[in-house]
């Protein structure tokens, strides 16, 4: 599934998707989703997937750039300088946080 348009919100990053669903991803979501090796590795975050939120040290983390990765992904830089994520599209749409997506995991 492909964007149709990808727009800076306050809360982190705002995703219309070609079948009409908006996403919207706050920062704190995506940096604890990283799914980068080094966060993969991190044992608490097996059990959510989510990195915990001690791990950001209790920083404020927002969105300083999104740059498109070829057709597939976007890569982010965050507040605490992390940037090695690429989040395919595939795996943003999966983790979407609104009421429809969650209730259908």
């Known amino acids: ?23 919207v991803y706050p920062a704190e979501l995506l940096r604890r989703a990283c799914p980068c090796a080094v966060c993969k590795e991190i044992p ?6 989510l ?10 983390i927002d969105i300083l750039k999104a ?11 965050f507040t605490d300088r992390h940037e090695t994520g690429i ?8 983790i979407c946080p609104c009421e429809i997506c969650r209730s259908a995991h």
């Open 67 to 77: 740059q498109p990765m070829g057709w597939y992904a976007l890569q982010f830089t």
């Open 44 to 49: 608490e975050r097996v059990a959510t997937g």
């Open 87 to 94: 989040y395919a599209y595939e795996f943003l749409r999966q």
């Open 1 to 23: 599934m492909q964007p149709q348009a990808i727009n800076r919100v306050d809360a982190g990053i705002q995703i219309d998707w070609q079948d009409g669903h908006r996403s």
């Open 51 to 60: 990195l915990p939120l001690s791990s950001l040290l209790g920083q404020k």
